[in-house]
């Protein structure tokens, strides 16, 4: 057969073999989608693991973005300051300080617990142990000793799990290290306030004297008085009334009339004398007392042919002498009933040259009885004193006798008689004696001089011209020293005569002295005194003169020693004093000088320096800011007391122009000087904590502290006190403030609460916004050219471009008007009394003030710069 | 003739079929398992290239290189420093009192243990100012620059 079904054997195995193929197809196709399953498990599980990683890398290095860090440097030892300002705790692993000269410390997990002083958050442990986790949002702080050495880099190791190195460093490898120093001040109470500058340090200055001391002086006699010590005038008569008392005539009409100094005796002869003549005599006997006389009479003929003049007579008068101007210009001495009986006889003549009968002459004669004679020495003078004539003679008759009444004689002639005198010595002269040097002139009534005499400790006086002097009366004698000041006066209380003897005494007796006391350098005095020790011998009256002005008049005896004030009217624009002692005493006495000084107390040139002025407690101290930037302790050079607690709400400035201290409270704004405080206006006060006060040239500028929202300004120039509102500015307890230029720089709070930076122009009154003040506050402010400086007191707020943090004081420089403000320094060491912190720079430092020092930071130039902290992340 | 029979060949047909597929799944596995080792390896060595930082780098007088720096949490262990690209032949490996020679190829090197501080020193050239540092590690490396103080 041809065909044939297949057998149904054969269908069986075909569809047995189609499933097995189909079940292997199914395998193979359930291998595949296993091996797929598989491949994209493994494939999301390691991007799973790869996320992770990266996410992990990406956490840690963002937290190690929140971690800063920053080094200093304190001279001695090293702080590092760490805050941990991510949301996860950070382990400190190791930490690494690099030193200038190559060595290095290390510390981690494998050293153990070290010594250092750790500080985590306020708690404080003198131990530190490797690893250390810093929580978040806290702080940590190592001090670690530099062992001597200066280092120029500080690291720590941090991990955040996986690890990353944290490294704070400085950028350049040589680095000037800012040192704060601490001069001890022992603030009395908290509070200060500062100003530095220009000042003038009020100085007790002594001056400089030209004389050397102890001084000997030996007083010398100054006031004199003159007193007549002998006469020799028997008697005498200017003739100025008629009859003279006590005299005679005989024969003759006399009379009064003018004569040459007020009245004469006018004389006409009548023949009815002795011998013919007529005589007018003094009618006491002189002959039982005297053998030997002067007599002189001034005599001018009227009319008439004769002689005038004197005449000596006999006791019996039947007998004379008669010395004479004869009218034919001679001088003549006669006698009658002597050498002739009963008749005249001429003894001598003399001519006189140049005779005229209208002028007076004066005749001196003096007699001597000898044994044997009469003896005549006649002169004659003219009015002006000369002598014109002269001669001697003597009469030696038996019948020549002792002269026993004398006067005057006029014979055949009329004429007038004026200064007759009768003396026992030579009326021609007045004699002074007890003259130093100088000397003495005798003046009449008119005040004409009568005579003068120079030199010798005694001296004659010619008096011949007048020698009754004046009118008999009212004559005078004067003493002069040889530089013609009058010594002494001596006023006749009867007359001055020719034959007078006459004394100068001593009536007081001084010691002088004077010096030129200089102080140099002065710009104002407020005080000065006279230091004078002296001691004398007896007791004596002192008087002071300073500069001419009688300063004080003491009685001194004995030891004297004190210190006399100079009224202060005589210290205006002086510095140089002539000081003049003058000691009186009424007998002599001896003076040693042993001090004579000036000392002067307030402003000189030479103290005025760049001072620091502190307020504190309640006085104001004078530093000197050259020595406080060296020193390690310093006393005040001068300390103002105040009355008025520093606490704040009182700020101090200082005038360098005119030396004036300005200080502001809430009463006002007081002024000072050495001579004490003064109330300078009460339109500017200080209204809370936070006050300042600045000076720009006349302004005086207040902040006056918290609440306020202005400045008040006193125009000292024209007395005015107005306010200028700073708008959304408004002043705190933290405000600083500093001048620079005619601008005071301040801090403030702006409208947002936030601290700021900023200036008011006084000139212009134009207040500008300079920087925005990383500080929650700041005490301090001090201005240097294009930087400013701020002490702050709390945590700074991080602006743009500043990627720093820190805790505590820092003193930040700034470029004003950028608002980009860089650490210089750490001054952890300070001591904040927050409020009353300040600061001050001084040349390459800065000086602030904490609760107990005066911190001095000395600063180089660029240090800014190397403080800049750096931040790196692996 | 008398062929196969059928079912014979059904079994040796699905016996190579099934061998091919397993062949092929198996290599394929292998490949993906070698990926995902690989990322893994990857991604593991980024947690062990942070396993150290350094500190500090310098030149100390008299031509020394100093290194600092520090493990964290994991054990490190240094193979080679080169200095400016250069494999340095003579640094020394100071932590923890223990002293070992870099560069080291043993097979049993010496870890540095977890959080410890670590410094090396090798010596450069008296006048070298500047050097480009790089730390080979297990599984990392770490770089710095140091510059001579002194």
Known sequence: MGVRLLPKQVELARGISAVIGAAILLAVMMLFAAFYIVALDKLATASQEALKRVSEAGASTATLSSVKAVWSYDGSNVVIHMENQATKTVLVVAIAIVYADGSYTVASRANGSIQAFVVIDGTATNKLQLPLGVPPAKSLTITMDAEGKRPISASIAIEASPVVAVVAAEKRGQVPVPTARAVG??????????????????????????????????????????????????????????????????????SSASGYKGGALRGADNNGGLGGASQYYYNTDLSQQYSSLWVSAKTRLVSGVGFHGIALLNGGRNRLYAIVVATGGRVEVWSYNVEARNGWQRLAQATIPGYSSANWYTIVTRYAVAQNAVNFYVYVYDTSGNQVASLTTSSTHRRRFTPAYVGV?????????????????????????????????????????????????????????????????????????????LVAEYVASDCILGGDSYALYPRLYSASFSDVASLSNVVQLFSANVSLSLTTNTSTTLDLYVNGTLVVSRDVSGGFSDSIPIPSNLLQGAQVFNVTLVLKALSPFQVVVSVLQVSGFGYFEDHVIDAHLLGSGTEIRFYNATELISASSLEPLYNVSTY???????????????????????????????????????????????A???????????????????????????????????????????????????????????????VVLASLDLLTNETRQLAVVPLSCAAGLAVDGSRVYIVSCGLWRGITGVDRSGIGVWIYSARAGVSNLVIIANTSAVRLLECCDRVEVYRNTLITVDAQNILVIDRASDLEEEKSVAIYAT | MRGVSEYTATLIVAIITLAAGAAIFI?????????????????????????????????????????????????????????????????????????????QSSATPTPIPPYTAFVIKCPVGSATEHAFVKLVFDGGEAIAKAGRIG
């Open chain 1, 185 to 254: 001040i022992e603030l009395v109470a908290p509070g200060a306030t500062t100003w530095l500058g220009k000042a003038a340090i009020p100085t007790t200055k002594s001056g400089t004297t030209n004389k050397s001391y102890p001084q000997h002086l030996e007083s010398i006699p100054i006031d004199y008085t003159i007193a007549r010590t002998g006469r020799g005038a028997v008697t005498y008569t200017d003739f100025e009334v008629y009859p003279v008392p006590g005299w005679t005539a005989r024969g003759g009409v006399w």
């Open chain 2, 27 to 103: 290599y394929s596995y292998a490949i993906v398992d070698s990926y995902y080792s690989a990322l893994l390896r990857a991604s593991e060595e980024v947690e062990q290239g942070s396993s150290a930082a350094i500190l500090a780098s310098y030149i100390a007088l008299p031509g020394t290189l100093v290194v600092i720096g520090s493990t964290g949490s994991s054990p490190a262990t240094p193979r080679a420093v080169y200095i400016n690209e250069s494999l340095a032949t003579a640094c020394s490996l100071y932590f923890n009192n223990t002293s070992v020679s870099l560069p």
């Open chain 1, 644 to 690: 008025v607690q520093f606490n704040g709400s009182v700020a101090i400035a200082y005038n360098s122009t005119n030396y004036v201290l300005y200080m502001v409270n809430g009463s006002g704004v007081y002024a000072w000087n050495p001579l004490g405080w003064s109330l300078e206006t009460d339109g500017c006060r200080a209204v809370g904590p936070g």
């Open chain 1, 409 to 485: 004689i006029v014979d055949g002639v009329t004429a007038l008689f004026e200064d007759f005198i009768i003396s026992a010595a030579d009326p021609r002269y007045v004699t002074v004696s007890g003259l130093g040097g100088g000397y003495v002139v005798v003046i009449d009534n008119l005040g004409d001089t009568v005579g003068s005499a120079a030199n010798g400790a005694s001296v004659s006086v010619s008096v011949v011209s007048d020698i009754v002097v004046g009118t008999g009366v009212d004559g005078k004698i004067r003493v002069y020293d040889s530089n013609g000041d």
């Open chain 1, 692 to 754: 300042r006060v600045e000076v720009v040239e006349s302004f005086i500028a207040v902040l006056p502290g918290e609440p306020s929202s202005y400045v008040c300004v006193y125009d000292a120039s024209r007395d005015v006190a107005y306010n200028i509102s700073l708008a959304t500015y408004r002043f705190y307890r933290y405000t600083a403030s500093a001048v620079n230029g005619t601008s005071i720089v301040f801090t403030a709070l702006d409208s947002r609460g936030g």
